[in-house]
């Protein structure tokens, strides 16, 4: 079975700064999907960015980015410039192929001091 | 369209009782999936559907709960018997299965916050 794994419970960053959360996930599946959503406090899960597993280039959106490492199967998101509006708990998630089941970490919080 | 509709947004309700809850997807979004998150936790996948058809359950889904689509348009999730361990954040996502075989990213819902007493 596919595990994603958040090691970070909570993280703070200053406003305008850049923090970097961390996900590991684990597969024997080449074809793959990764995500990071963004959920804030009784709102609705959104989507923050997405990685195709057979795509060598970090997907970019804005100022959030990712550091997919296949090999070591990780899956950092990286937020620069951050916002107040960043705040919220963030999960990364992986989905198998096609079959749109997603498989979710446990999730970080992310606090922005202003 | 505004998105994945959830209804009720929150529910307490006695041990024992049975409740439903609603979710209106995107109207072309032929996938409907459901997911139940407690306090601190990512959710779980439950259960989805392809137009009327469930297609997975989680073996999370015992047998007091229930899903339909019915017409492939809205979805219930009915809980009978609730227990206190039910309680949790029930979400609705839907997708876009294509003919291509490609799969657009699941939009969430709000949620249905749901309280056992």
């Known amino acids: 079975a596919q595990t994603v794994t958040q090691s970070q419970p909570e993280m703070s960053v200053q406003e305008a700064e850049t923090v970097t959360l961390s996900c590991t996930y684990d597969t024997s599946e080449s074809d793959y999907y990764l995500f990071w959503y963004k959920q804030p406090p009784s709102r609705q899960m959104i989507l923050v960015i997405r990685?195709?597993?057979?795509?060598?280039q970090n997907a970019t959106e804005n100022r959030f980015s990712v550091n997919f490492q296949k090999a070591a199967k990780s899956f950092s998101l990286k937020i620069s410039d951050s916002q107040l509006g960043d705040a919220a708990m963030y999960f990364c998630a992986y989905r198998r192929g096609a079959h749109n089941k997603l498989v979710f970490g446990a999730g970080t919080i992310l606090r922005v001091k202003s | 369209d505004t998105g994945v509709s959830q209804d009720p947004r929150h529910k307490i309700t006695k041990r024992g009782q049975n409740v439903t809850f609603r979710c209106d997807p995107i109207s072309e979004h032929n996938r409907l999936y459901w997911y139940r998150q407690t306090l601190g936790q990512g959710p779980e996948f439950l259960t989805y559907f392809q137009n009327e058809a469930q297609l997975e359950k989680s073996r999370l889904l015992s047998d007091r709960f229930s899903a339909e689509r019915p017409k492939g348009s809205f979805s219930t999730l009915e809980i009978q018997r609730t227990e206190q361990g039910d309680s949790a954040m029930y979400l609705c996502?839907?997708?876009?299965?294509?003919?291509?075989?490609?799969?657009?990213?699941?939009?969430f819902g709000q949620g249905t916050r749901l309280t056992v007493v």
């Open positions: 996502a839907s997708s876009l299965a294509q003919w291509t075989g490609g799969v657009t990213e699941a939009f």
């Open positions: 990685q195709e597993a057979y795509k060598q």
